[in-house]
Structure formats: structure tokens, C-alpha cells
T-cell receptor
Framework: LAKTTQPISMDSYEGQEVNITCSHN???????ITWYQQFPSQGPRFIIQ???TKVTNEVASLFIPADRKSSTLSLPRVSLSDTAVYYC?????????????FGQGTELSVKP | DTGVSQDPRHKITKRGQNVTFRCDPI?????LYWYRQTLGQGPEFLTY????????KSRLLSDRFSAERPKGSFSTLEIQRTEQGDSAMYLC?????????????FGPGTRLTVL
């Protein structure tokens, strides 16, 4: 099973770009990489998902190198409301089963 | 649609009692997942359903835990003979996926406290 490792915490200032890296050395061939955001007392919220190379949506970018042993979530121009815990999730679901492994999370604090 | 809902939001019970939680997924979603989250940790995968079939169970899901999803709609998670170590947030999520993982939509969770 892929074990994921993330920095425990990060600090940033409003308007800066934030990059959070997740290591997943044992990622399997069919595993996807997904990032979620979680605020206190709420369930996680989907940010972005990828399999390889680069994926971009309206809120973030996800960079995945060729060996797929790590991934980097990039948040452009963060604001105070981006203060939250960010989790990477590695795994996949088949029609017959599957496994999903969350990292321990990175607590991002955005300061004015 | 109002998203994934969970009931109750909070449950306090005494050790040894049985508890049951309910999850109502987004109506058109074919997959439903249960996770457990303790303070300062990421969610831990417990089990998942594709329609009414339970297709994966984590080793974390001891014999005291059972989950059902009758008719592929709502799901229940029951914990029998609760222990203090069962205290956690229990999260439910749903998704519509044909392959891979897809975007999971999480409910607000049920916080269980075992005294």
C-alpha cells in the first residue's frame, strides 16, 4: 500500500503562491493522486485529482513527476480563507475493491 | 440536492453500548465510502460500497463494526460493544465513478464520544 508523507504545517502570507508536496514512494500503477481541503468540523472538500504530469483547474494546479513518487499541490495567490488542512489521497477503486490512503495532512496558515 | 448528510452529528455513549450512524449520499451516486478520523490525523478508509455491494473492508473494521447499504441508497454503520478507542469522527462520502477514484463528496461527519 502507498504510504503518504506530507509536511505537518506551513505558513504563508496573503497573495503568495503555496506549494505543498506529498511523498508516496510505493504508489501503485493504477493509483490516482487527489488533494482535499478540510476546515474544522467539516468533511474534506475535493480540490484536484491527477494521474501524471500536470493538471490545472480554477483553484489549483497539481504537478506529478514522471516517477509519480511525489506530487505537489500549488495554490496561487492564497487568501486568509485558504487557512485549512490539506490532505493528499493516494489509491484507486476497482469494481471489485480498492484502497484509499490519506496523508496526515498539512496545516496551512495564511497570514495577512 | 443538498449534498451528503449524516445523522446524528454528535453521539455520546457509554462503553459497551451499540451505536448506529446513518449516511444519505447524493442521490445519483453509485459509490459510498466510510472513513474514521481522529484528532490531528487524516481520514482512515474503513469500507466502501458500489451500489448495494460492500466491495472492500479495511483491517481497521473489526468484527464489532458492520456496514450496510440496502437497495444502494442510504448506508448505516453500526458499532457494537463500543470501546473508548472508537471515539472519533466518522465520515461518509459518495461519488459517481465508472473507474478510478473520482471526486468524493463528504458529509459533515458524526462525532462519537465513548465514555
Amino acid at each position: 500500500l502507498a504510504k503518504t508523507t506530507q509536511p505537518i504545517s506551513m505558513d504563508s502570507y496573503e497573495g503568495q503562491e503555496v506549494n505543498i508536496t506529498c511523498s508516496h514512494n510505493n504508489i501503485a500503477t493504477n493509483d490516482y493522486i487527489t488533494w482535499y481541503q478540510q476546515f474544522p468540523s467539516q468533511g474534506p472538500r475535493f480540490i484536484i485529482q491527477g494521474y501524471k504530469t500536470k493538471v490545472t483547474n480554477e483553484v489549483a494546479s497539481l504537478f506529478i513527476p514522471a516517477d509519480r513518487k511525489s506530487s505537489t499541490l500549488s495554490l496561487p495567490r492564497v487568501s486568509l480563507s485558504d487557512t485549512a488542512v490539506y490532505y493528499c489521497l493516494v489509491g484507486t477503486i476497482y469494481n471489485q475493491g480498492g484502497k484509499l490512503i490519506f496523508g496526515q495532512g498539512t496545516e496551512l496558515s495564511v497570514k495577512p | 440536492d443538498t449534498g451528503v448528510s449524516q445523522d446524528p452529528r454528535h453521539k455520546i455513549t457509554k462503553r459497551g453500548q451499540n451505536v448506529t450512524f446513518r449516511c444519505d449520499p447524493i442521490s445519483e451516486h453509485n459509490r459510498l465510502y466510510w472513513y474514521r478520523q481522529t484528532l490531528g490525523q487524516g481520514p482512515e478508509f474503513l469500507t466502501y460500497f458500489q451500489n448495494e455491494a460492500q466491495l472492500e473492508k479495511s483491517r481497521l473494521l473489526s468484527d464489532r463494526f458492520s456496514a450496510e447499504r440496502p437497495k444502494g441508497s442510504f448506508s448505516t454503520l453500526e458499532i457494537q460493544r463500543t470501546e473508548q478507542g472508537d471515539s472519533a469522527m466518522y465520515l461518509c462520502a459518495s461519488s459517481y465513478s465508472r473507474q478510478g477514484v473520482g471526486e468524493q463528496f463528504f458529509g459533515p461527519g458524526t462525532r462519537l464520544t465513548v465514555l
